[in-house]
């Protein structure tokens, strides 16, 4: 008898308890619901990276950019090229019949949420064939599982005359991205030859001798697609003169004010977009001519401002014959290893891990959080092939 008194007590109690906690989850919720107005939020200040704690898992939200690297294509010369667009109002990219202009609606804020991600850097069909670009899309959706895909954007071959700009590429691209849901980040590089310094090597790819033609550029950008970029990466390894030719050398702050240009323009539209700091080139060469040392060089960024006008770091790092998770000077020695530079000649350049370490050991010495995203990586293999091919000796 007892024993079924305290049996109906017990049951008595948890009815109770579990009511009371539906209860309360359900006043909390309306409580969010009716209270909760997005259009309060002042986006424009606001800097979405840094967070003290992950979200739950959510394929809507989703933040950090780890993507394999891939050398940009050369000029292809097509033999079905759509036609080309010149208009710069935003559009509604689909299939068959256009529809009407579409209005410019602010990127969802994709940066919240702090756990790891992967990509990969995915170019356009060379014939235009829209199906083999939606191929393309499928692979990495169904079989990478992936949901970030990298475009380059050369904007030397896009605005070749001041106002001209050809969006063909960019046109041919989006409704692939579109019926798989992915999101695109944008690395916008070289300038245009009307755009650079007088008197500077043409031959080589450099910066705009006014950063605002830039700024201008990914506006364009950004108004011609509202909705549909994710993030964009100001420049490419300009810690290098292949990439940063200048009459000014290789300088950090002029970079940052190139940077801050684009980062102005960009969240003037679209503050939801996630600007990114232009992924700088391990090198063990520090000369200031045709190399800065990329860490030596995001100090000097950092010096100039860059924290301020990123909400990512970007970092690159090509993986050579050892393994990501050896640091620089606990490389244990491969005696069959043909590319003895790790070995040999220890530095932080040829270790993946000592990178990524490197730079955010130095943006916490400058007591900010800011995130690093890797837009270029990778490790070349061998296996299964009679050795490597030229130029791809440190991979074995």
């Not at 640091?327 to 590319?339: S, W």
């Amino acid at each position: 008898m007892v024993t079924k008194t305290v049996f109906k007590q017990i049951r008595g109690f948890v009815i109770a308890w579990l009511a009371i906690t539906i209860l309360v989850c359900l006043a909390t919720f309306l409580a969010v619901y009716f209270t909760y107005n997005p259009e309060e939020l002042d986006l424009a200040s606001s800097n979405p990276l840094p967070l003290d704690e992950p979200e739950a898992d959510s394929e809507s939200e989703e933040a950090l950019i780890i993507l394999p690297s891939a050398s940009p294509l050369p000029t292809i010369t097509t033999t079905s090229t759509p036609p080309s667009s010149r208009s710069s109002a935003a559009v509604e990219i689909a299939d068959g019949e256009p529809k009407p202009t579409a209005t410019n609606m602010p990127t969802p804020f994709p940066v919240d949420v702090m756990r790891y991600q992967v990509g990969i850097q995915v170019e356009q069909s060379p014939d235009f064939n829209y199906e083999n670009q939606d191929n393309y899309y499928r692979s990495v959706t169904d079989d990478l599982g992936l949901r970030w895909i990298k475009h380059q954007v050369r904007w030397e071959a896009m605005e070749t005359q001041p106002g001209e700009i050809d969006w063909s590429v960019l046109d041919f691209i989006m409704p692939s991205a579109q019926r798989f849901k992915v999101k695109l980040l944008l690395s916008v590089v070289t300038a245009p030859d009307w755009t650079r310094e007088p008197g500077v090597d043409l031959s080589r790819e450099g910066p705009p001798a006014d950063p605002h033609n830039y700024a201008d550029f990914v506006a364009e950008i950004v108004k011609r697609y509202p909705g549909r970029i994710h993030a964009i990466e100001v420049w490419n390894e300009q810690n290098i003169d292949r990439e940063w030719t200048s009459n000014h050398g290789l300088n950090a702050a002029n970079y940052v004010e190139l940077l801050r240009a684009a980062y102005d323009a960009i969240k003037a539209i679209d503050p939801g977009i996630i600007i990114i700091s232009g992924g700088l080139a391990p090198t063990g060469i520090s000369d200031g001519l045709n190399a800065t040392d990329d860490l030596a060089y995001l100090q000097q960024l950092i010096d100039a401002g860059v924290l301020d006008w990123a909400d990512c770091i970007g970092a690159h790092h090509n993986g050579y014959n050892i393994g990501p998770d050896h640091r620089y000077d606990q490389i244990p020695d491969d005696a069959d290893a043909v590319f003895r530079g790790p070995f040999d000649n220890p530095h932080p350049s040829w270790s993946f891990r000592s990178t990524l370490e490197g730079y955010a050991n130095t943006i916490r010495l400058a007591g900010k959080t800011t995130k690093l995203c890797v837009t270029e990586f990778g490790w070349a293999s061998a296996e299964d092939l009679d050795g490597a091919r030229a130029g791809f000796e440190f991979a074995l």
